[in-house]
């Protein structure tokens, strides 16, 4: 068993210790045993919080199957479900989106950078820091609120393609700031010492090299933000978007000048997951296949969307050089 | 010179030792340690002697990738603690351990000394409180907790806290306890305190301890080995390293030449 | 000395004038761009302001109508009946049967989850479930509601015959599923800041893995696990449209999950896809219900951050 080789005398061992050494090794034994039962039961845990994500796309691609081809993604909503499609909700997504992009990343960035490397450490910055932590906390749908007081009635921008950008807009703010706040904190001072020791301004320092830097930490958050908004269906319901859309908004760009208008942003709409919700809430089975062929999408792209984010943060930490 | 008559409890037998990653960390160590002595462990920074001390705990199982070659002989049984079919677990109830920084669990004073009994699955009461008081007095400690034993064990000073976590090594009444710098994170009266401590704990047990002082480990210890780069490059007694060390390079880090 | 002030003010009227004036120029561009950043971080103080203030002003037109005794203690919500009725309890308890489900499923499996996590699983395996977490985390509510509506109801009522095709028991449980991965990523990461010494410390003494989670290091990230439990409850009180969905709409007090009844957000829905008047009672009553919804999840998110805080002060 092992080499004993000893050279020095022993006493003979303090009886205790030896004797409860049988005892001890069957004790161990038993909470050894729980060690086992609790990994398996932890495994287990944590299985079914992943199987579930694996049940219910394959539930959705199993129930939606037959409506995944062209013709689900360029036709309109009907009346009869094998003929709908989802050409006016994924059109008004897109444009959705590029108004809540429009909105989000210039005012989160900025908002961002003020905190960070702008804002004294007083009462003013913990405000604000307050109130972003909290925007955060609010369930979507109370932005939806905040919609249609503010955005429909108040300043009677009705239940636009604007209004709705807008709302996603805020609701997705907070994710923008944090994350800029986070990718700019990695940046250590020296470097903005070293552009400020060349004779550089504050705005070129923050704008040449902080900015810069920063970037791919800032375009996981906006990813991670504009996945949310893709999903969102409750403050878009509020605002009261929810109506029978069979067409598209004026095009953004025009053959006659000047080329662009932006009479698409205060049209109508509809969006993916509205669309989805539309069709699940009706008693006709037919229907609830196309929804489950729109969940199916919307799963597939947000993933996309989420896996792109944390794979750029994650080659970013691998990467960082300082 | 080192009397052959002094029984040993535990000896490393050509140890060596890897880090994940391949750093061979201690070289072909071969050292005893004398039941009931201090046996200090000196040397630079890096010279492995924390390494070494973790082995006979087997802390460095807690980490995947460490790998162990070589014995470490516990005596009077004979077991080598490093084999394969030893569980780490039953090692640490044998021998227990005081770290650099004190780490006192977030519970009460009265928790975190019965904490390694109720590991033990010991529930009864009033085994618990003589225990808990025995550990406390065994370390200095009892004057001061006795009526505090429900407060928080972070309300405690340093190095309360320290002797604190003495207390809980002492508890379950160890063969072996091993100290790695205990005092490096202590002002010099309780520093004080905790050397008074080790020199009363080695009638009970044996003491293994790493030091960065030299000073201490001249006043504690009965043995001390100098390590440098993964190898014992000395081992005698206290006295001798201190007045008459064999090598150069041991006398030149003693003198404060090098290190 | 004053000569050579002199000489050197001539020096610098000569050559570095221009370069003055223009950094006047300079400074004034810097301090508007200082104050465009200003306002949009202003941004997250109006949006507050809007919110609360569009609530608030609904309300109280709200108010004027309805008392506050009778929207508080009145059990039956009906305002879009002849014989209406505006008391939230109905509302507030479909809210809270809702979440209490929730809770039921994602503390146990959430707890459990993160523990595993971050003592027992290797570190590769926490490499790879932690992303997949964070992706579970995305995936929008309307596709669980699909869920709980289509998959989980039909599967439970072979369970419990009686089951109503809308009920609070199915929603309940696909939301508690849904918050799951926030509650083990939020609770994982509290537990991996407990410093290794601590669990050193227990290990040391002969624990082994399972004392040392259980006596060790849950107890030491106690606060930060509450902070992940709080904040899982806000999620399920705020969720929207899983309840919508399957949930169902009848407003009654009831705390039975088997039953079907609106929570407060399924209201707020139901009334929305209607076509209510702008300033009629029906439309007031939404941005009432809101308000209460409002306060429920700020006291959580407070409390939440408050516990949050606590720990990382600690460690």
Same mark, same amino acid.
């Given at each position: ?322 | ?259 | ?102 809770? %039921? $499923? ?5 707890? !459990? ?5 971050? &003592?027992? +699983?290797?570190?590769? =395996? ?117 309840? %919508? $969905? ?5 407003? !009654? ?5 088997? &039953?079907? +009844?609106?929570?407060? =957000? ?50």
């Amino acid at each position: 068993m092992m080499s004993t080789n000893m050279t020095t005398e022993t006493p003979p061992a303090p009886a205790s210790a030896l004797k409860n050494l049988g005892e001890v090794r069957a004790m161990i034994k038993r909470h050894k045993l729980n060690d086992y039962m609790f990994s398996l039961i932890g495994l287990l845990a944590l299985t079914l919080a992943l199987l579930t994500l694996l049940t219910l796309f394959t539930d959705l691609v199993m129930d939606g199957y037959q409506r995944f081809n062209m013709e689900f993604l360029t036709e309109f909503p009907s009346r009869r479900a094998a003929h709908a499609g989802l050409l006016s909700a994924w059109v008004g997504s897109a444009l959705v989106m590029l108004v809540t992009f429009l909105v989000a990343v210039p005012m989160g960035v900025a908002a961002g950078l003020y905190l960070e490397e702008y804002a004294p450490k007083n009462w003013f910055s913990d405000l604000i820091e307050i109130n972003v932590t909290n925007l955060a906390g609010v369930p979507s749908i109370v932005y939806g609120l905040l919609a249609l007081g503010l955005f429909v009635y108040i300043l009677d921008l009705g239940q636009s393609i604007l209004t709705a950008g807008l709302t996603l807009g805020l609701l997705i703010l907070p994710i923008v700031i944090v994350s800029t706040r986070e990718s700019i904190r990695a940046i250590p001072i020296a470097i903005r010492e070293a552009a400020y020791a060349v004779g550089a301004t504050k705005w070129q320092v923050v704008y040449d090299h902080v900015l810069k830097y920063s970037y791919g930490g800032i375009l996981t958050g906006v990813i991670i933000g504009m996945a949310r908004a893709l999903g969102e269906t409750a403050p878009i319901i509020t605002i009261g978007a929810l109506t029978f859309i069979a067409f598209l908004p004026p095009t953004p760009v025009t053959d006659v000048a000047p080329f662009i208008n932006f009479e698409w942003l205060s049209s109508g709409f509809t969006v993916l997951p509205i669309q989805m919700f539309n069709w699940l809430s009706r008693p006709d089975h037919a229907f609830h296949i196309n929804a489950a062929a729109t969940g199916a999408i919307i799963i597939v792209v947000t993933l996309l969307m989420n896996g792109t984010a944390i794979y750029l943060r994650y080659k970013i930490r691998k990467n960082i050089k300082w | 010179m080192i009397k052959p008559t002094t029984p040993i409890k535990a000896e490393s037998r050509n140890l060596n030792f890897f880090y994940n990653g391949g750093n061979h960390a201690l070289k072909s160590v071969s050292m005893p340690l004398y039941e009931n002595k201090i046996t200090a462990l000196i040397g630079p920074s890096g010279c492995g002697k924390s390494t070494f001390l973790r082995c006979f705990n087997r802390m460095h199982d807690l980490y995947p990738g460490n790998k162990y070659q070589g014995e470490i002989v516990m005596h009077p049984d004979n077991t080598n603690i490093l084999e394969q079919g030893v569980d780490p677990i039953e090692v640490r109830m044998r021998i227990s351990m005081v770290f650099q920084k004190p780490n006192p669990f977030p519970k009460s004073i009265y928790e975190n000394v019965a904490y390694g009994l109720r590991v033990r699955g010991e529930n009864n009461k009033r085994m618990l409180d003589d225990k808990v008081e025995e550990a406390l007095k065994g370390a200095a400690l009892w004057n001061e907790a006795k009526d505090r034993l429900q407060d928080l064990a972070f309300n405690l000073s340093g190095g309360q806290q320290q002797r604190l976590c003495i207390a809980r090594a002492l508890a379950t009444d160890p063969e072996i306890m091993l100290f790695d710098e205990p005092t490096s994170a202590l002002d010099p009266i309780a520093t004080a305190n905790i050397e008074e401590l080790m020199s009363e704990l080695k009638q009970k047990l044996t003491i293994l301890v790493v030091t960065h002082n030299m000073q201490q480990a001249a006043r504690v210890s009965d043995y001390t080995a100098y390590m440098y780069l993964g190898e014992l490059m000395e081992y005698d007694d206290t006295n001798t390293i201190f007045t008459r060390p064999s090598r150069k390079e041991t006398e030149d880090y003693i003198t404060g030449k090098f290190g | 000395m004053n000569t050579a002030t002199t000489m050197l003010e001539q020096s610098i009227n000569l050559t570095i004038s221009p370069r003055l004036a223009k950094n006047i120029r300079r400074n004034i561009k810097e301090r508007i761009i200082e104050f465009m950043l200003m306002l949009a971080a202003l941004s997250a103080v109006f949006t507050t302001l809007s919110i609360v203030g569009v609530l608030l002003y609904e309300s109280l037109s709200f108010f004027k109508t309805v008392s506050v005794v009778d929207f508080f203690t009145d059990t039956q919500w009906t305002p879009l009946f002849e014989d209406a009725h505006y008391g939230i309890l109905p509302l507030v308890s479909g809210t809270l049967t809702t979440s209490a489900v929730a809770l %039921a $499923v994602t503390i146990p499996i959430g707890t !459990i989850a993160a523990i595993y996590l971050s &003592e027992f +699983a290797s570190h590769k =395996t926490r490499e790879i479930v932690k992303p997949i977490l964070e992706l579970l985390v995305g995936v929008p509510t309307i596709v669980f509601g699909y869920f709980a509506l289509l998959f989980l109801t039909p599967i439970l009522q072979k369970i419990f015959p009686d089951l109503p095709g809308f009920n609070m028991l199915s929603a309940g449980i696909v939301m508690g599923i849904m918050i799951v991965p926030y509650i083990a990523s939020v609770a994982e990461d509290a537990m991996r800041a407990v410093p290794m010494s601590m669990r050193e410390g227990s290990y040391a003494m002969g624990a082994t893995r399972f004392q040392t989670a259980v006596r060790v290091v849950t107890p030491a990230a106690i606060s930060g696990i509450v902070a992940a439990y709080i904040l899982g409850i806000s999620r399920a009180v705020g969720e929207t449209m899983v309840v %919508a $969905v399957a949930a169902g709409q009848q407003p !009654i007090v009831s705390f039975n999950p088997m &039953e079907s +009844a609106a929570t407060i =957000t399924a209201f707020i829905v139901q009334v929305a896809m209607g076509d209510l008047p702008h300033g009629s009672i029906g439309y007031q009553s939404i941005f009432a219900a809101g308000l209460v919804l409002l306060m429920m999840t700020l006291c959580f998110n407070i409390l939440g951050h408050m516990l949050r805080k606590k720990y990382h002060e600690r460690y």
